[in-house]
């Protein structure tokens, strides 16, 4: 690990803590529930098609940044939404017990060559627990409600102010809406207009993303209002923590906590980030390459859409910066995270 690693700096940016960062982070897969707990052939076969990419693709980074390329790679599990979804049988949930699912999980990726430095979980991007010795404790940071109120939807030309803004409808888009839902005037038929996407090159490619919903559950004999974080809003929030631009009140959110201890009963009594390799190299990086199934591409196309809509903070943008160009090799951080972020889809054949 170079000096630059876990350096700090005195001067204005001080309020924001320093992060270790590899040059590159892999995300080896992300599996719904569904699919980890319905059998490992799956599992297996896309793993199997990501051990050479992880070769490659660390051969590339010792290329570029020299035998010292700091490589790591991590797992997201889906946990976030198995657990929130009513309809989930006693037995189902039983079978997604994380002493089985991490099992299966490990074993598979360990037997096809695919070394898991970092597990992540999908809850923990919308809060994250804090932990001692071992256990969690005091209040959890609501992540994903501390990011939602960083989002700067682009205004519409010519907007009505009939539709809800994005604090309200919990809807983002990258352009202007069609008019079919626009105030009309009594008794004239306007003519239709399609959507628009902002900056479009001669057509357009839409995207309204859904954020959030919300929903009712039963609390001690109550009925609650609560928000059902969507996957591509947590998704984004996952890239930027593999991205190192997330801080709370000027510190570290989500720091990868080492584990040896048997895995728990409920995936609550994991950390966000589980470090399950001693000897990995930052979980954030400069670049993050994500390596998914095809199906993934509409969330990964949302996530971007997403994350170019959230004011992100400069303190940490400028200390990235800066600690690129002090590597012995110099990286050049971007300002836009999405440049920073690459992906590598995988069909069925």
Request: with cysteine.
């Amino acid at each position: 690990m170079s000096s630059a690693t876990d350096y700090s700096e005195a001067g204005e940016r001080n309020r924001v803590a320093g992060q270790p960062l590899s040059h590159l982070s892999i995300e080896v897969g992300h599996f719904y529930m569904d699919e980890l707990v319905n059998g490992v052939d799956r599992i297996r076969a896309q793993l199997r098609k990501v051990a050479p990419i992880v070769d490659t693709q660390i051969a590339a980074a010792e290329a570029e940044f020299g035998p010292g390329a700091r490589v790591s790679t991590c797992f997201l599990v889906d946990d976030y939404f198995w657990s929130r979804t009513p309809a989930r049988s006693r037995d189902a949930r039983r079978t997604a017990d994380p002493r089985h699912v991490l099992e299966k999980l490990l074993t598979a990726a360990e037997e096809c060559g695919v070394r898991i430095d970092y597990l992540a979980r999908e809850a923990g991007c919308a809060e994250v627990p804090s932990f001692r010795d071992g256990e969690p404790v005091g209040e959890p940071v609501r992540l994903a409600e501390m990011m939602s109120a960083r989002i700067v939807a682009e205004p519409e030309r010519d907007s009505t102010g009939r539709r809800p803004p994005t604090v309200e409808s919990g809807w983002l888009c990258n352009g202007r809406r069609s008019s079919e839902y626009d105030a009309g005037q009594a008794m004239r038929i306007a003519r239709y207009r399609p959507p628009e996407e902002f900056g479009a090159r001669n057509h357009s490619i839409f995207l309204d993303v859904q954020l959030w919903s919300r929903q009712l559950e039963e609390v001690a004999g109550r009925r609650e209002e609560h928000i059902l974080w969507s996957c591509p809003f947590l998704a984004s929030i996952w890239q930027l923590l593999r991205l190192g631009m997330i801080r709370d009140e000027g510190a570290m959110v989500a720091a990868p906590v080492p584990w040896d201890d048997p895995w728990p009963e409920e995936w609550s009594r994991l950390p966000a980030v589980v470090q399950l390799n001693p000897q990995a190299k930052p979980f954030a990086a400069y670049r993050a390459l994500s390596v998914l199934p095809y199906s993934y591409l509409g969330i990964e196309h949302a996530v971007r859409v997403i994350l170019d809509h959230l004011q992100l903070d400069d303190d940490v943008q400028a200390k990235l910066a800066e600690r690129g160009a002090g590597e012995r090799i110099p990286v050049e951080v971007p300002r836009q995270a999405t440049r920073r972020l690459n992906h590598i889809f995988l069909g069925d054949v």
